[in-house]
């Protein structure tokens, strides 16, 4: 039996977000925490579907998995600080998966991104820390 690829792998999760059976990657997350160096990757799909999967996803391991969600910001930082720069979009949603892993790690990647010069991610930041508008 062939293996799969990491990349081929990561187009599945993907697709499953997509096609919202994020219980489906819950369970992965859940059995291999090496998923979570992904999350960056992930996140940073053009398709609408995916990147609300994975805030679900989040939101589900927060409360399945606390001791484990952190293993993500690595990824979440590299999404961030990306050279040539991630879409605003895709930055945007990462800064609010760092809010959804609540933690005091992830708490300090949102502040430090407060004066980033992309005026959404700049916003979402102010909205998460309670200074918006």
Known sequence: MAEVSDAELKKVIGD????????NITAMFRQEPRYYDWTGEILNDPRFQ???GVSVLFEELRLLQPEKIDLAIPSLLAL????????SYA???AVSVLAIIGSDAAMVAIRAMAADSDSLVAE?????????A
């Open 16 to 23: 499953f977000l997509d096609m919202g059976h994020v219980e």
């Open 50 to 52: 995916v990147r609300l």
């Open 80 to 87: 961030l600080h990306a050279v040539p720069p991630a879409p």
């Open 91 to 93: 930055r945007g949603e």
């Open 124 to 132: 979402v930041v102010k909205d998460i820390l309670g200074e918006g």
